[in-house]
């Protein structure tokens, strides 16, 4: 599979973006899909991850209520709104693809390369 990550930007704070995750190669609806991010001298944190079926949906707890992750197998897309965004947004985020609906990142086997996003305060 491979993923291709798209809809980054710069935004301020309280504003919205959505994040974009296109497959080819290998259907999607195979695989769980999970957004994790990387900011600056951090190590990559979970996101958000969704089912095959599109249910359930796993949030990291510093975007509960903010951020919503969602999937268009028909277009083998993968989504991430983002609301309400804050500095602390601010990083490269990764979309992936896996056998397991999981959070820990070596669980996902193929990796999109990354779109930044800017939060300014």
């Known amino acids: 599979v491979q993923l291709q990550a798209s809809g980054g930007g710069l935004v301020q704070a309280g504003g919205s973006l959505r994040l974009s995750c296109a497959a080819s190669?290998?259907?999607?609806?195979?695989?769980?899909m999970a957004w994790f991010r990387q900011a600056p001298g951090k190590e990559r944190e979970f996101v958000a991850a969704?089912?095959?079926?599109?249910?359930?949906?796993l949030y990291g707890e510093s975007v509960k209520g903010r951020f919503t992750i969602s999937r268009d197998d028909a277009k083998n897309t993968l989504y991430l709104q983002m609301n309400s965004l804050k500095s602390e947004d601010t990083a490269v985020y990764y979309c992936?693809?896996?056998?397991?609906?999981?959070?820990?990142?070596?669980?996902?086997?193929?990796w999109g390369q990354g779109t930044q996003v800017t939060v300014s305060s």
């Open positions: 969704i089912g095959r079926s599109g249910s359930p949906a």
């Open positions: 992936a693809a896996g056998r397991l609906l999981i959070s820990t990142m070596n669980k996902y086997d193929y």
């Open positions: 190669g290998r259907t999607l609806s195979n695989y769980a």
